[in-house]
């Protein structure tokens, strides 16, 4: 799949499932259940033991689905997700020389940034979309509201402490998609095996997203 056909299909769910769990049988569970549940998209984090396994498993049993690499923190990591299949990378903050590598590699790239300083450093590097994480603690859909009046130009994510209370508003606010980890995959949920939970949970947040974009195409 093409980084255009990549970023298309982010833009179109508007939601980036961060699968970020304790096993590798736990990281393909949550993903199979999300895909299952109307969100092809999931981004494994680096932080799941055998994260670089997980990735061509997924992509063997739903090629469908746009399997990420999340937390992706050097140019080592980022070549061997980019190697295992991995059809995006983000990381929780600015990192030059990956953002570099995916856009030599025509592979799309989510860095995190906070500051306006970070945004445009990230922008101006080559991201394709901008993560502001974390967003809950610093004002949440206020803070995306505040940087997408001198950066409208710029697609947002926003990650970090969204819930199905807050989803909407980030879409309102600006944000083309949202970042969501244990809000849509708790941890009780996988526990369980409780796959109608994260289809409940999944079906939400899809509707949240659904509602804030027609509200702002009525505008």
């Not at 981004?43 to 992706?72: K, N, R, Y």
């Not at 809950?136 to 859909?141: E, T």
């Not at 989803?167 to 369980?192: D, K, M, Q, W």
Request: net charge positive.
């Amino acid at each position: 799949m093409k980084k255009e056909a990549v970023r298309a299909r982010i833009e179109e769910i508007g939601i980036i499932p961060a699968v970020r769990v304790s096993s590798a049988e736990r990281a393909r569970y949550a993903a199979e259940a999300v895909y299952r549940a109307g969100i092809p998209i999931a981004e494994i984090t680096m932080t799941v033991p055998g994260a670089l396994e997980v990735i061509p498993a997924l992509l063997e049993s739903l090629p469908e689905m746009v399997v990420g690499a999340g937390t992706v923190l050097d140019l080592e990591t980022a070549e061997r997700s980019v190697n295992a299949g991995a059809k995006f990378l983000t990381s929780t903050g600015f990192i030059h020389e990956v953002v570099e590598f995916a856009r030599r590699k025509g592979i799309l790239v989510i860095p995190g940034a906070l500051t306006p300083s970070e945004i445009i450093q990230a922008w101006k590097a080559g991201a394709d979309f901008v993560k502001i994480f974390p967003c809950a603690p610093l004002g949440g859909d206020h803070y995306i509201r505040a940087l997408k009046a001198p950066f409208p130009q710029i697609p947002f994510v926003a990650a970090g402490g969204v819930n199905q209370q807050t989803a909407l508003n980030y879409i309102l606010a600006g944000a083309s998609a949202l970042g969501v980890g244990g809000e849509l995959i708790p941890t009780e949920a996988l526990e369980r095996k409780q796959e109608q939970r994260i289809h409940e949970l999944a079906r939400r947040f899809l509707a949240r997203v659904k509602e804030a974009r027609s509200r702002l195409a009525a505008h």
